[in-house]
C-alpha cells in the first residue's frame, strides 16, 4: 500500500493541481465577462445620457410634469404634443447652489440652417439652491430644440436638447 501511494501520490497531486488551475481559470473568463458587460452598460447610459449637456456638474433635463409633491413625472429627451401646442418642464440641477436671484431660460429651434431663438423667459431663483424647475416651456411647432439657462450676465449655467412630435 506504501509503494501505491509513493508511486501515485504525485500522480494524484498533480491531477488536483491541473483541476484547480483549470476551474481558477474558468472563474477569472467569468469574472472578465462580467467587466465587460458592466463597461457596455455603462457605454449606454452615457449615450443616454449624452442628450442632455451638463457643464461644471450641472444638468438640464426634461419632465411632463413636476407634482406639487416633488415627483418628476415622465422624464424624457422626446415629447407629443397636440398640433395647437403643448408644454413640458425642464429640470436643472447644479453641482453647487447657483448663486444668483434670477435666471433666463432660452428655446431655440435647431435646423439644417441653424438654430432660430424662438422664446426667451425670465425665471426668479433661489440663489442658496442646485434644484430647479421651469415649468411650462411651450411649443408650438414639432422639431428639435436646445433648451439653455443662462445667468443675467449671460453666462450659461447648462443646456439640454429635446425632440417635439406632434401627437
Do not use: H, W
Not at 472578465?32 to 457643464?55: A, G, I
Amino acid at each position: 500500500m506504501q509503494k501505491f501511494t509513493k508511486n501515485y501520490g504525485f500522480i494524484l497531486a498533480l491531477f488536483v493541481s491541473i483541476s484547480l488551475i483549470l476551474a481558477c481559470g474558468d472563474k477569472k473568463e467569468s469574472t472578465s465577462e462580467k467587466e465587460t458587460t458592466k463597461k457596455e452598460e455603462t457605454k449606454s447610459e452615457t449615450k443616454t445620457e449624452s442628450t442632455t449637456t451638463t457643464s461644471g456638474g450641472n444638468q438640464l433635463y426634461f419632465v411632463e410634469q413636476y407634482t406639487s409633491d416633488g415627483q418628476e413625472v415622465g422624464k424624457s429627451t422626446k415629447f407629443f404634443i397636440k398640433k395647437k401646442g403643448g408644454y413640458i418642464t425642464a429640470m436643472l440641477r447644479t453641482g453647487q447652489p447657483i448663486g444668483v436671484g434670477s435666471v433666463d431660460v432660452r428655446l431655440e429651434r435647431e435646423s439644417v440652417d441653424g438654430s432660430e431663438i424662438i422664446d426667451t423667459q425670465p425665471y426668479d431663483v433661489s440663489p442658496d439652491k442646485s434644484y430647479f424647475f421651469f415649468d411650462k416651456i411651450t411649443f408650438y411647432k414639432s422639431g428639435d430644440y436646445k433648451v439653455t439657462v443662462f445667468k443675467k450676465d449671460g453666462t450659461p449655467i447648462a443646456s439640454g436638447t429635446v425632440e417635439i412630435e406632434f401627437e
